[in-house]
């Protein structure tokens, strides 16, 4: 069985590679790319631990065929940093201790960039529900809140 | 397996007909995807239907609106008209699965995955959409409620694919809404929901209305005795209580993980008088 | 050698301040690893196939057609992991438990494994394996399974263990009563929960030796584990942790580790096995399912006379301690004349039961601290008033043995008496609730090393794995005991053939016995820089003290010699006798025990049954709070896995006995729109058998959620509510059934 040839763009990058057509895109980011910063939590979508930013949209990696990229702009985690300075949420999350095992913090950290480029001033509410789609078993959510409260602050301000 | 991509509902279309073994359409993938991934489903061609030339396009035309099969839910949150029109169809969409399952899932993938607790159905069904379907014997037009037959199966034959739901242009005074009940928040299939649409004269009574169920028996429900307890009413404490009363005894629902029996019929009663509540305000009743 | 860990007051200058964890970056960038991302050369994928069937005997395991599949490269049953056991139950209810040998015990019990090229080969290949199931009669319910002539999963009876503690005469303790609460609770299964499924890679060597990469909470016991099933030397299998995304006690057993190392060792490769979220629900971990009666009788004065408690809980088939633990914890708030606690291990057609962050405690104080309550309200007491009235303290006889030390329950109720958030005003359909909570806390075998560098810059190799931000707060002990900043110092965890051994983190564990060897050998590296300086400056070493991290030479007749740092010690090691270090093997005995009293206001749909958190509040004693940020975040945590446990999580199994709901999806967790902020407060009560008085942190949080929401959901409707969790199903019908009553 020959693959499917893929040229996409990754955090900027331009990438190609080969794939089968079952696989998914978070199967070809971790197993075939060593993108490893997005995790499978579950693979049916329901922890949002492999949440990726496709053509500006947030998705779940693990619901996206590798084939369907094709074209694409994809950001995962490994593209938040800009160099060794961190974004915003990310050192927000480190200060506010927002995480503590880490598992879903890449998917957190994915999803509170697409809220905040979409709303950058969002309630604690907004905040509540466009997370709802990440699974934190650690931490209660609370300090995830509050960091993601303290980026868009600074955010803002910047 | 395979994986292809066409550019033409023709092509789409003529790969669906002639596949042999299990052919499969992927619009948004968050079924199709997930039944890969537990394995009840081995397709041995996916056809990716998103190239296809204005099919993640949502179109308002003179006689309404034109949802491409391909457009994502998240897409019809951000549609200003469509919202204005249809906010219980747009709602239900908007409830699907989380952020992430918004910017790919569908609602004709919602559709047409044929599940009886699928949130924009009922939506759907009340709205009184539509199904424009592509196939191999031409095109045709079919009220949506005629396209999921049972828990898992469809109306459409092979080599059919749903091009685009259909919603009608909004008479005045109308207006539609959708509520489901999950335990969670978010993140939850409804364990039983119930969308409501309905038009006012000028003396804010109702002159049409329709009332759908989710989750309530193996297909959604369309209540004509709820919708009757409405008309010819300005919804009130009386009319709700027979929409509510009527609603309760349509339902033919089941034991399962989500929920009881008991629970479902009387939380479908609840759901819906709230829902007729919002509808009726939306319709400009006060 | 002699260590003094009692402890001794003292001005904190690094411990009790919040810096950064040295994991931070890593984890917020996508660089750091977790089980799943670690690969070898070579390597195989590894799939278990599991049994869809509740209880079945297996007859035969044809592999003829998987073996001969193009890609396979290994499949195993029970006939290649041979019982090497010895007669220890445990070890071989494990190895059971990985690979069933005569009967699959419940839905997803493992009973062969391949390992192939890739996913899709191996994937394949279990559909090629044909297993003879004679499918038995199974029970699931915890009181199904005690009744006579209910199916048996062993030969002997489905009670497997029978437990009992207390003291004093309760019979005449309950004739003193004068208002007596009798009721029987129920609570459902539940899964820690874990973002992380369980991973692994295995790489097993024709020559004995063998590497396990693998997400654990304790890699020790990995080792002795997976090496007593393979019949290898311990020392010969290293193993390494990964970073660990949760365990909650579920990454404590090992699951498919022996099956991957046999997969590995067949093949001749190195195997990485990943768990699916559906096979970590269906063969990972859960907690007990139980059945508990409670009866406290009390004067009308509020002074409980008598208490006892019958507790049933589910262990999966295999026996465990976990109706024990229940029975140990039920009473331990109260001070009690009389009290009696029974506990019965019951077996039942589901996964071997897993700790669970203060394994047995949560459902055990959800039926006490409920009939409490029911008891107080009687009484016409205020519940805080009356928990105060019988609360336990220093030199209570608890009810599960032992006399207790400086404890911190009646502190926390004290302090909940007080919260405003006892006098906030409550809304429409709002129902106020609290209760108490104890655990344990558990110290052990632990070792670490301390590595000066030749900078002065300071390494720590710790064996307990970091869960939930010990490597930072290992640092900031570090850096108090030798007086130097905490960005001087930073923790590794060590693997299993650079480091003694250590039990795992587990039991709170892990900054409570870290942290005291931490200490230890921080005294022993000081040790050894006063007699490094004291030869720099060729005076007694008995004249060098050591005071704010530096070596001073003390007396008149030294003043003119300046303080020497760490790092100008550091810098002349080699020539003074080498490389400078501390090392610490010690039992880290004392571990100070942990209550918590929590507070919380549930909102009610009385149309739907549905339920909103409103306000929560968690005040713990931590002993002393180390990094008083990790220490709000394991508060916080605790009481959201509670708030999830009593209002929507639970294993469902059907008729069949197969699980409904093994998922993210229908097994229901909190997700971020489903919570409150949760507001902390901490307690320093000091542990008087540690250095800095630090108690473990880890686990109460999760004991009180159950009944305090139980309370509050009981209070908002008016109807007591006695089967967790509160679906809206289950408070629909409540409702329902006291309309019609």
Redesign the interface.
Known sequence: MSGIAVSTTINGDDVEFLCQAEETLLDVLRDRLGLTGAKEGCGTGDCGACSVIVDGRLVCSCLVLGAEAEGRSIETIEGMADGEKLHPLQEKFLEHAALQCGVCTPGFLMAAKDLLTRNPDPTEEEIRFALAGNLCRCTGYDKIVRAVQDAATVMKGA | ???T?PTSVNDAVSLLAEAKGTAVV?A???DL??R????FVEPDL?V?I?SIDGIGEIRQTADGFAIGAAV?C?VMGEDEALKNAWPGVVEAANLI?????Q??CTVTGNLCNASPAADSVPALVAAGARAAIAGPGGNRTVPVEEIPTAPGKTSLAKGEIIEAILLDKRAPRSGDAYLR?I???????A?VSAGVNLTLDEQGVVTAARVALGAAAPTVLLVAQAAEALIGTAADEDALEKLAAACSAACKPID?????V??RK??AG??ARRAAMIAYKRAGGK | MGFDQSYSARKFKSVGTRPLRPDGVDKVTGRARYGADFNMPGQLVGRVLRSPHAHARIRGIDTSKAEALKGVKAVITAADLPDHTEGDSELYNILDNCMARSKAFYDGHAVAAVAAVDAATARKALKLIEVDYEVLPHVTDVDEAMKPGAPQLHESSNMANRSEYGHGDVDAGFNQAEVIVERTYKTEQTHQGYIEPHACVASVNGDGTGDLWVCTQGHFVYRQVCASLLGMDVSKLRVTSSEIGGGFGGKTHVWAEPVALALSRKAGRPVKLVMTRDEVFRASGPTSATSIDVKIGATREGKITAASATLRYTCGPYVGMWAELGAMTAFAPYDLENVKTVGFEVLVNRPKVAAYRAPSAPMAAFAVESAVDELARKIGMDPVEFRIANVASEGTKSSYGPVYGPIGIGPTLEAVRDHPHMKAPLGENQGRGMACGFWFNFGGQTCTDLNIGADGTVTIAVGTVDVGGSRASLSLVAAEELGIPYEQVKAVVADTSTLGYNDMTDGSRGTFSSSMATISAARNAITVMRERAAQMWDIPVGDVVWEEGHAKAKGEKHGNLPPLSVKEIAEKAGNTGGPIAGHSEIVADGAGVSFATHICDIEVDPQTGATRVVRYTVVQDAGKAVHPTYVEGQYQGGAAQGIGWALNEEYIYGKDGRLQNPGFLDYRIPVCSDLPMIDTQILEIPNPNHPYGIRGVGETSIVPPLAAIANAVSNAVGVRMTHIPMSPPRILASLEAEKGA
């Open positions: 397996m395979q994986y991509r992927l948004g993938g968050s995807l997930v890969m991934k537990g394995g996916i990716d998103k994502p998240a699965g989380s952020k992430q399952v910017g790919r009940f335990p969670r928040t978010e993140m939850d299939i364990v399962d993980k989500r929920g009881t008991e629970f009387k939380v609840v759901l």
